[in-house]
DNA sequence: CTAGGGTTAG
């Protein structure tokens, strides 16, 4: 080609002035001058906007060349504009009868890392099939690059294997796409066997061994390639910092920061915002702000989003909210970082109100939105409204992946919609370990055990590794279902066939399954041999499950142990109260109350809330202060005549108050989850479930008359208190304990 | 003209 008049534009806005220059010239149907036109054009493409530009330029060309149709494949890279152009250029160019070169797959193949499958199969035949020599470095690597993006790791190795005379990017491309399926000990061994060792190869290592969970090995790789004399750049660097937050280790992290300034690494922007991740969640967020403050506070949003995610995860929404304020352009990433602060805070208000100003500033939820607004929905059991962001999914406006799907599997779970959580499950495509293992709690906390055995049982069929998190669910179901010969078979199981050190969260399931069932002694042994101080939760499956099979003694043990953990909290002194009570212990129980007394320790009021038309409802014991309390009244009465018509008696023996039977029956009559539910049953339309929430235990009474409520009405009810879910339905409980 | 990393979610 030859060299061109026209000078060579370096943006986008020069090609469009060199553009309109050569129309108004007339020069535009000059072939050379527009090919130098669409050559300089591409090489400043860098995001899809501009990419039809440069193809309608392409389509004035009345000769297309080899090297023309590479230029526009070229184009199609740097813009990152899918596979879809791309192969209607390789279609034309065969219809075209144009010969395709080796830059011509070469490009092909860098286009479609992300396309089908099939498609990629079909291009790399074609190009076996054009006799040009495909083992090459420059087609051949790519193609690595390609098969192995799509996880076909054995197809990349047999191109790798194919190359006679592999260059450094091969070995790297190879090692690199090994590590990204994290297959970190075949990459490692090819590391081994590489004639170079270089920064790009250790980099991908390093981040696999991060990403895969096991930051130790990411350090000891960086270590092992500073000893084996490869200079750390930049990404490597960052790399390794990844892996230092995750380990929480402040003291490597500071030794990183000195490594920057000693070999004089660039601090780029991504290497701030590591530095400062790395500060922040190794605890130092005082350093944090400094290198925020020093180098961070530019135009771009990433070094804020850093320091604004630190503040949040420590639980500071305040001054994370005053950084925010400070921001000019917050990006999504700000938005969510801030959104999920607040959820984690327990303020869904102002998460809710951010999520709504992200509007105003031009900014669409993305799936981590979408995420974080659905665990919001699932903590609140807020089903109306989990429902409406399942909509944003099926208009397109997030594309479904693996995290959203488990949360709306969760969202549904915790709203008690077992069979909708069951078909959304079944329909995903893509599962992992916290899916299925979402969907084990689930199933676990609705009272449906077995079911979530099975389910547990076909997920290790299918192939999944549970972790830890799964087994707390698994031993969750055995608990909650009192499951306790399979109970026993999985807690053994973790540890033996999958290495699982149980934490106490495991222990407190066995403890709570082996108390419940009445095996105390055993469930003692355990807490005195497991390797960990017993928890308020321990002691309080412990002294529960006293009062059930009238332990008296271990009941007082375990009640003093748990109020020198919690010595605030008014469950534990009513509990122990009622354990002398129930025995008759009248003196024992006058000095729990004086003990109160002394303390200053108040019993806490129960209250119920449920949501109607988006608004929270809340009642205590005999509220009169809703403005339906007439209604409600009203509906208490007809709740009492039909349970009464039906021969149901109030359970009152646990009432120690010294009052007559019917003040009893009135007493229980008033309490907090039944005026909820009478409110629910008059405002709600009848297809809903009734779904409240209870800040305290439900009681025994309530337990059976809300059995019988749902048979009544034919209504769902689920209620959810503080350690159990309960799902009502045409009479039975999925909870069929109330302790 | 090729290869590696990164703040937000279940």
Redesign the pocket.
Known sequence: MPASPWPTPRSVRQASQLHAVLTTSGKIVHPPSTGHLLNSL??CLSAPRHLGYALSLFDRLPLHSTFIFDTAL?AC??ASGGADHPVLLFRRMRRGGVRADA?TF?FLF?CC?RARPRLCRMLHAACLRTMLPSAG??VA??LI?MY??LGFTDDARRAFDEIPVK???????MI??L??MGLLDEARWLLVQAPER???????L???Y??AGRAAEAVDCFNSMLSDGVA????????V??AC?RLKDLDLGRSLHFLIGEKRINM????V??LI?MYA?CGDIACAQGIFDAVGRGQK??????II?GY??LGLVDVARSLFDQMDTP???????MI?GY??SGRLRDALLLFMQMRRHNLRA???????L??AC?SLGALPQGRALLASIEQRLVEE???????LV?MYMKCGRVDEATIVFQRMGE?????WS?MIAGLAFNGMGKVALEYFCQMKRDGFQPNSVTYIAVLTACSHSCLLNEGRLHFNEMRSLHRIHPQIEHYGCMVDLLARSGLLDEAMDLVQTMPMQPNAVIWGSILSACRVHKKIDLARHAAELLLKLEPDEDAVYVQLYNIYIDSRKWVDASRIRMLMEERGVKKTAGYSSITVARQVHKFVVNDQSHPWTFEIIAMMEEIAHRLKSVGYAPITSKITVDVDEEEKEQALLAHSEKMTIAFGLISLPPNLPIHIMKNLRVCEDCHSAIKLISKLWKREIIVRDRSRFHHFRDGTCSCNDFW
């Open positions: 591409t090489n070229r890279l740097r830059f070469h860098r890392a470095t420059l690597n790519p690059h192995a993006a260059d450094a990017v091969a070995w790297t491309t690199g796409g590590a990204k270089n920064v790009v190869s250790w980099t991908s390093i981040a696999g991060s990403r750390p750049d930049e990404v490597a660097v960052v790399g910092l990844s937050s780029s922007d991504n290497l915002v590591a991740d969640k949003p990433q070094p804020w989003n850093a995610d949040c995860k990006d999504v990433i700000t938005f969510n970082s999920t959820i984690h993305d799936n981590f939105t979408v995420v974080s659905l665990t699932a992946d693996v995290y959203l799907v488990t949360a969760d599962r992992d370990v916290h899916t979402a």
